[in-house]
């Protein structure tokens, strides 16, 4: 089994996701930006799971660091079955007063990243039948707006759009696209009132569907975007 690349691994979802795949069996890469403790700590934790683990540190805010941590990872990692496209750059601010230099960070991290890394993984994915899985937010197949983090929603729409495009275009090949999108999270406790199952979601409880979604027994699922969001998108 090759490696599975998880961006934003060391702390909350995407530690989680790491943790659920590698008491599965998963080969796991723990990716981080700045967080090197935490990110080695989640990678200890999943060799204590009975799993292979490492790590990487690589910058996605700009095209140029990009560009390097890809080429690094290759380099270290040149068996990988999976990518999850985790790491993600939140703003809060309605859009008339995002900024340019905001809103392009934004989508460098939030599509321009996995867009990046998707193709770069192409080969390795297309010889093992892989599969992709994007992290989105609930609420972006409706019409439901937001006008406190517009930068944000907009991104993950586009991410979404893609999730279906390169499904469609990689179904030949047998490499799956999907995407999975929370809505409220644990630790938070924001509009509790107006989620309809009255609670957040549990970090392991979004971490299972990206379990499924990855499992060989599931290999008819392409293109779908799974909220896991309580019925908050309702």
Known sequence: ??????????????????R?????????????????????????????????AATIQGDFSDPGSLQAFAKRYLDTFPETTAL????????????????SPQWEEIYQTN?????FLSTALLPQLRQHQGTIINIGVSGIDT???????????????ALCSMTRSLA????????????VSPGMLERSQDSLPSLPMGRPA????????????????????????????GGLAL
Not at 3 to 14: D, I, K, P, Q, R
Not at 111 to 115: L, T, Y
């Open 111 to 115: 599509v321009h990243a996995p867009f």
């Open 20 to 52: 659920h795949l590698a008491s599965k069996g998963y080969p796991v890469v723990v990716h981080y930006r700045q967080s090197k403790n935490e990110a080695e700590a989640v990678a200890e934790q999943c060799r204590s799971l009975g799993s292979d």
């Open 143 to 157: 019409r439901r707006a937001d006008t406190y983090s517009s930068a944000y929603t907009i991104s993950k729409q």
């Open 1 to 18: 089994m090759g490696w599975t690349l998880v961006t934003g691994g060391a702390t909350g979802l995407g530690a989680e996701i790491c």
């Open 202 to 229: 549990a970090f392991a409880e979004v971490a299972g569907v990206v379990l499924f979604l990855l499992d060989k027994t599931n290999s008819y699922i392409t293109g779908q975007n799974i909220e896991v969001a």
């Open 84 to 99: 999850i496209n985790n790491a993600s750059a939140y703003l809060v601010a309605p859009l008339s007063k995002t900024s």
């Open 168 to 179: 469609k275009e990689l179904a030949p090949e047998h490499v799956r696209v999907n995407m």
